[in-house]
């Protein structure tokens, strides 16, 4: 296995001939970036002053998926997902206090993941970066008319290959 550098990761992809209607295409990044300014709205802010910054770090074509990295300062707030989120705590610690009054501290390597339509209050001691993915989820109408499609793609023995990965 190779080891890249952060310099030698940032903008590096791989691609190669389309295969059937995808092209095969890979792309590469590093978590030390420098990230910008991504203020939390001040009407979200309950306690003290977090200043967020972040850095998107792939985007696929259709905005329906993306890779960020985020941190932000000492400080309260709300926060409300209109989108799924998952997010892996990289440095530092937030802890995150749910709806139903539940308080979870993430650290280092802890996990967590946010409904679209949920919400969560925030708490940042000092500084907490993570590394988030978001997940723009599509309406009912959308998500009927992918079954369908997909239900007809079956059908008619044109359906997508399963992943390799998960057995298909």
């Not at 190669?16 to 001040?42: C, K, Y």
């Not at 009407?43 to 985007?59: M, Q």
């Not at 329906?64 to 990289?90: K, P, S």
Request: glycine share 6%; with cysteine.
């Amino acid at each position: 296995m190779n080891s890249l550098s952060s310099d030698t990761l940032m903008n590096r992809s791989s691609s190669a001939a389309p295969v059937g209607p995808v092209a095969n295409h890979i792309d590469f990044a590093s978590v030390d970036v420098e990230l910008q300014p991504a203020p939390i709205r001040p009407a979200w802010i309950l306690e003290g002053n977090p200043v967020a910054r972040n850095k998107f770090l792939f985007v696929t074509e259709d905005r329906q998926l993306r890779t960020l990295v985020w941190d932000c300062t000492a400080g309260r707030f709300n926060w409300f997902y209109d989108e799924d989120e998952t997010v892996y705590i990289m440095q530092g610690s937030v802890t995150i206090r749910r709806g139903d009054g539940t308080v979870v501290t993430l650290q280092p390597g802890d996990l967590a993941f946010f409904h679209q339509g949920s919400s969560a209050e925030w708490t940042v001691d000092r500084y907490v970066r993570k590394l988030a993915y978001l997940r723009a989820v599509p309406s009912r109408d959308v998500n009927f008319a992918w079954r369908v499609s997909r239900a007809l793609r079956r059908r008619f023995g044109r359906a997508p290959r399963e992943s390799a990965m998960f057995g298909g």
